[in-house]
């Protein structure tokens, strides 16, 4: 499992070697490579965890609430909705670029999720509860995807906002709604005992950090912003971020 961990990786990274121009990158086979790669990568480390016995973390147990405040539908309609806001929104030529930016952002927030979630293999805060009622245990704790995901969408969407909205009511109220929503979301996750406090912070700081980086990237294929560039270097690879 390991090693199949380690080429999986080095696929999704050897793909984005350079700093690339949006005419050349963006729709391109190494774009789609990256994407593709990283939502099949995170659907196989979903199904088959490389640790899946031996917990790094654990936590205490607490009772299963079966209600769910945010369901994982709610997401979807969320992630859907911030790509339409993107690619038919204000912004000019950014539009396509960006929303090629936001699915790529959303795919290795995923991905580092379920990398996470297959090394750690943290128990759920109602994993005892859950298994007495016959309910699935399958998915693991560290880090949430819910936290995670929301973040992501609230950093990339708040940046692309912030840069292109003429009025300030949107440039400060976009993403205090945005982040607020994705708040509210990592909340419920630690009380209605799906995840610990640690899980949901460590989900909102990878998702922030993604969609921030990843945005840059993008950002910075036109020559005006921030850039981000992987190059080969004498031990593997060399990440460089340019603001």
């Not at 790669?37 to 480390?45: E, K, N, Q, T």
């Not at 009511?169 to 509210?184: C, D, E, M, Q």
């Not at 912003?225 to 690879?237: D, E, Q, R």
Request: overall charge positive.
């Amino acid at each position: 499992m390991d090693e199949w961990c380690r080429w999986l990786l080095a696929g999704i990274t050897l793909v984005t070697v350079g700093g690339p121009r949006a005419e050349e990158f963006v729709g391109s086979w190494r774009e789609y490579g990256v994407i593709g790669s990283a939502l099949v990568g995170a659907a196989i480390l979903e199904r088959w965890p490389p640790n899946q016995d031996h917990p790094l973390i654990g936590g205490p147990q607490k009772p299963y609430i079966e209600r769910e405040r945010v369901p994982d539908w709610t997401l979807g309609v969320a992630h859907v909705a911030a790509l339409a806001a993107i690619r038919f929104g204000p912004g000019g030529k950014d539009r396509v670029r960006h929303a090629h930016g936001y699915v790529m952002a959303a795919a290795l927030t995923q991905f580092s999720t379920s990398l996470a979630r297959g090394v750690v293999a943290r128990r759920r805060p109602n994993y005892e509860a859950a298994r007495a009622l016959g309910e699935s245990t399958r998915s693991k704790s560290f880090f949430s995807g819910h936290a995670s995901s929301a973040f992501c969408l609230a950093t990339y969407s708040s940046l692309y906002t912030w840069r292109r909205a003429e009025k300030p009511l949107y440039r400060i109220g976009v993403p205090l709604i945005l982040y607020g929503a994705a708040t509210y979301t990592a909340w419920t996750r630690v009380a209605e005992h799906r995840h610990y406090p640690s899980d949901v912070i460590a989900g909102a700081l990878a998702g922030s950090v993604v969609g921030s980086l990843v945005y840059r990237w993008y950002d910075g294929m036109d020559g005006t912003a921030g850039s981000m560039t992987l190059a080969p270097a004498s031990s593997g690879l060399a990440l460089a971020i340019r603001f």
